[in-house]
C-alpha cells in the first residue's frame, strides 16, 4: 500500500510555502493602545529600531504552511495504492474495434473496455494499421484490437494483422451471414444396370464435415467416352476396364460432356482412370469455402500481452485532500479571531 500522484509535476507549486511564511515574519504585530490621563509623567526615552527576531504565532504558521502543501497535494492527483486497484489497474483494457462489417453493432465490445474507439476503412487492412496506431498511444494496459467481419475469403488473410505488435492482442468476432458451409452440385458419370448413368449430386462442404446427397440420376443411351485398343482383344480389355472406372463414378465438368472423348487404352485400369481424370480435370478454387474457417481465424487471432506496469487511475481521493484543506481554512480562521497563542 502506498501513495502515487497523477500529476507529480505539480509539486513545483510546494514552493509557494514560502509565500504565507514571509507574510507571517513581515506582518507587525498589532499593538494594544492605552489611554494615559497625562504623558507629563512620562519619561521621554530615544526611539529604537525593533527587528522582528523571534516568530510569534508559531502555531498558525505552521497551520497555513500545512494548508498550502495540502492543497498542491490535491492539484497533484493523489491516488492510495492498494493491492485490490493494482489488479483492477491491471484489468484495464483499452480496446480498438474494427468494422469490416459496417451493419454490426460494436456497442457491447465498447461498453465492456476502460478506452475504447472504432476504425472503419475501404480496405481491412488500412483500418487495422490505424487501430494499431491508436492502441500505441493509450496508456499501460490490456490493448487488443477486435475485428467484426464476415470474413469472405479473398477480404481477410493474415498479411492485414503483419503492423499488429505482439504486445497487442488481436480476437476475431464472425457477423453478419457469412457462412464457412459451401454449397455446390457436381455431375458424376457411373455405370448402372448395364449402363451408363450420369448422376447429379448435391455436396454441402464445411468445416468439420462434407455431406453428398444424390439429386437425379439420368440413365444414357450411349457412354459418352471411348477408349481405343490396339487389338480387338485388347479393345476388349479397355471397355471392361472404362466399365470399372465407371462403377466408382467419374466427376464431370459443371457443364457435362459436350462432346464424346476419346482416349488410347494405356493397359492398366488405374492408368486409365488417371486419364480420364486430366481430360475431365476441373478446377477445385471454386469449392472453397465462402468464408476463412475457424481454424483458420483461430491461426490469426492472439490474446493480449498483460500491462507489466499499471496506470493508476483517479479514484476521487483528492477530495478527502481538499476537505482536510477546508477544515484547516475553518480552523485559520478561527485562530485570527482572537485566540493567541504564546
Same mark, same amino acid.
Given at each position: 500500500?502506498?501513495?502515487?500522484?497523477? !500529476?507529480?509535476?505539480?509539486?513545483?507549486?510546494?514552493?509557494?510555502?514560502?509565500?504565507?511564511?514571509?507574510?507571517?515574519?513581515?506582518?507587525?504585530?498589532?499593538?494594544?493602545?492605552?489611554?494615559?490621563?497625562?504623558?507629563?509623567?512620562?519619561?521621554?526615552?530615544?526611539?529604537?529600531?525593533?527587528?522582528?527576531?523571534?516568530?510569534?504565532?508559531?502555531?498558525?504558521?505552521?497551520?497555513?504552511?500545512?494548508?498550502?502543501?495540502?492543497?498542491?497535494?490535491?492539484? @497533484?492527483?493523489?491516488?492510495?495504492?492498494?493491492?485490490?486497484?493494482?489488479?483492477?489497474?491491471?484489468?484495464?483494457?483499452?480496446?480498438?474495434?474494427? /468494422?469490416?462489417?459496417?451493419?454490426?453493432?460494436?456497442?457491447?465490445?465498447? *461498453?465492456?473496455?476502460?478506452?475504447?474507439?472504432?476504425?472503419?476503412?475501404?480496405?481491412?487492412?488500412?483500418?487495422? @494499421?490505424?487501430?494499431?496506431?491508436?492502441?500505441?498511444? !493509450?496508456?499501460?494496459?490490456?490493448?487488443?484490437?477486435?475485428? /467484426?467481419?464476415?470474413?469472405?475469403?479473398?477480404?481477410?488473410?493474415?498479411?492485414?494483422?503483419?503492423?499488429?505488435?505482439?504486445?497487442?492482442?488481436?480476437?476475431?468476432?464472425?457477423?453478419?451471414?457469412?457462412?464457412?458451409?459451401?454449397?455446390?452440385?457436381?455431375?458424376?458419370?457411373?455405370?448402372?444396370?448395364?449402363?451408363?448413368?450420369?448422376?447429379?449430386?448435391?455436396?454441402?462442404?464445411?468445416?468439420?464435415?462434407?455431406?453428398?446427397?444424390?439429386?437425379?440420376?439420368?440413365?444414357?443411351?450411349?457412354?459418352?467416352?471411348?477408349?481405343?485398343?490396339?487389338?480387338?482383344?485388347? !479393345?476388349?480389355?479397355?471397355?471392361?476396364?472404362?466399365?470399372?472406372?465407371?462403377?466408382?463414378?467419374?466427376?464431370?465438368?459443371?457443364?457435362? /460432356?459436350?462432346?464424346?472423348?476419346?482416349?488410347?487404352?494405356?493397359?492398366?485400369?488405374?492408368?486409365? @482412370?488417371?486419364?480420364?481424370?486430366?481430360?475431365?480435370?476441373?478446377?477445385?478454387?471454386?469449392?472453397?469455402?465462402?468464408?476463412?474457417?475457424? !481454424?483458420?481465424?483461430?491461426?490469426?487471432?492472439?490474446?493480449?500481452? &498483460?500491462?507489466?506496469? &499499471?496506470?493508476?487511475?483517479?479514484?476521487?481521493?483528492?477530495?478527502?485532500?481538499?476537505?482536510?484543506?477546508?477544515?484547516?481554512?475553518?480552523?485559520?480562521?478561527?485562530?485570527?479571531?482572537?485566540?493567541?497563542? *504564546?
Amino acid at each position: 500500500m502506498g501513495i502515487t500522484f497523477l !500529476q507529480p509535476a505539480v509539486w513545483w507549486a510546494a514552493l509557494a510555502v514560502a509565500l504565507p511564511i514571509a507574510i507571517h515574519l513581515l506582518t507587525r504585530a498589532t499593538r494594544t493602545p492605552v489611554t494615559f490621563p497625562s504623558t507629563r509623567f512620562l519619561e521621554a526615552t530615544p526611539l529604537a529600531a525593533v527587528s522582528r527576531r523571534v516568530v510569534e504565532d508559531w502555531p498558525l504558521l505552521l497551520l497555513r504552511v500545512a494548508m498550502v502543501l495540502l492543497a498542491v497535494a490535491a492539484l @497533484a492527483g493523489p491516488v492510495l495504492v492498494t493491492p485490490a486497484r493494482e489488479a483492477a489497474w491491471r484489468a484495464r483494457v483499452a480496446r480498438a474495434v474494427v /468494422l469490416e462489417d459496417r451493419t454490426a453493432a460494436p456497442e457491447d465490445e465498447l *461498453r465492456s473496455a476502460a478506452v475504447s474507439s472504432t476504425f472503419a476503412r475501404a480496405r481491412l487492412r488500412d483500418a487495422v @494499421a490505424d487501430a494499431v496506431r491508436w492502441a500505441e498511444q !493509450q496508456q499501460p494496459s490490456t490493448r487488443e484490437i477486435v475485428v /467484426l467481419s464476415t470474413f469472405r475469403r479473398g477480404s481477410t488473410d493474415a498479411a492485414d494483422f503483419a503492423v499488429v505488435p505482439a504486445s497487442i492482442g488481436v480476437r476475431l468476432v464472425r457477423t453478419g451471414n457469412g457462412s464457412a458451409v459451401r454449397e455446390r452440385r457436381i455431375g458424376r458419370l457411373t455405370w448402372r444396370d448395364g449402363r451408363a448413368v450420369r448422376v447429379t449430386e448435391r455436396l454441402l462442404l464445411s468445416p468439420r464435415s462434407t455431406d453428398v446427397r444424390e439429386e437425379s440420376a439420368q440413365p444414357l443411351s450411349e457412354v459418352p467416352i471411348r477408349v481405343t485398343a490396339a487389338t480387338p482383344d485388347q !479393345q476388349a480389355d479397355a471397355d471392361a476396364a472404362l466399365r470399372a472406372v465407371l462403377r466408382r463414378g467419374l466427376r464431370l465438368p459443371p457443364a457435362g /460432356l459436350l462432346e464424346p472423348i476419346a482416349v488410347e487404352w494405356p493397359g492398366t485400369v488405374e492408368g486409365l @482412370a488417371r486419364a480420364l481424370e486430366r481430360r475431365l480435370a476441373v478446377s477445385l478454387d471454386a469449392w472453397e469455402p465462402e468464408t476463412l474457417t475457424d !481454424q483458420e481465424l483461430a491461426a490469426i487471432a492472439r490474446p493480449p500481452a &498483460p500491462s507489466e506496469r &499499471p496506470t493508476p487511475v483517479d479514484a476521487g481521493d483528492r477530495r478527502m485532500v481538499w476537505a482536510l484543506v477546508l477544515g484547516l481554512l475553518v480552523a485559520e480562521l478561527w485562530m485570527r479571531q482572537g485566540v493567541t497563542w *504564546r
